[in-house]
């Protein structure tokens, strides 16, 4: 597995996205479709995309029963993504139902990856509102070890958790991590954020990318100069 960028592509139509994606002619990047994008368009725009030859990660959060999330990834399966995720927070009986919908009948399937704790969750919500005592550290640590207890690929982190996850779940469990900045941009509403470079050296394999990309001048410099930093 090599590492990579994944430029979150978080807007409100497929004509927006395809139009940005029309400025990075003849390359191919990685691209990330939310829950925005697909209620927005629905499958297709993924058909659409996977078509012109990128990569998907497509972030959807699914937790439900573990039937019904066994179900729906059975039915993304069809949508040929390289990339998908869940919350751990369904127990590890749904994230192996989830594996199970997700495994095509050649044994093939992307890479599933977990969500642990949200990152707009603090402590103190956490403690009053879900009733969950332990740290929030802690608790993003457990829910990585479930995750890969359950077979996952890996989990969806902050660039600065990606270390501690490789040492409890070894150096293969992937960690995608959003929250990366130049050091030179805005933060906009990330607060734990660092830099492509930086990214790397704790050890991401992805790195989610979206303002700091799609809201520049020039978009395709600002890939560029993100995958110089974090691959090289
Ligand atoms: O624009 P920005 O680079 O902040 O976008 C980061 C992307 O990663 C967004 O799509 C955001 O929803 C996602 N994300 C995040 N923090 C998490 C999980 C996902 O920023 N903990």
Redesign the pocket.
Known sequence: MGRDVII?C?FASGEETLAFLDRFTGKKPFV?I?MELFYAEGPQIVRQIKARGHKIFL?LKLHDIPNTVKKAMAVLSHLDVDMCNLHAAGTKAMMEAALEGLTRPDGTRPLLIA?TQ??STDEQRMKDELLISASLPETVMHYAENAKAAGLDGV?C?PLEAAIVKERCGKEFVTVT???RFADSAK?D?SRITTPEKAREIGSDYI?????I?QAEDPVAAYERCLKGFVG
């Open positions: 979150a978080d990330k939310g972030d969500v949200l990152t969806v902050s959003p929250g990366v906009d990330q989610v990318v979206g303002r700091p799609t």
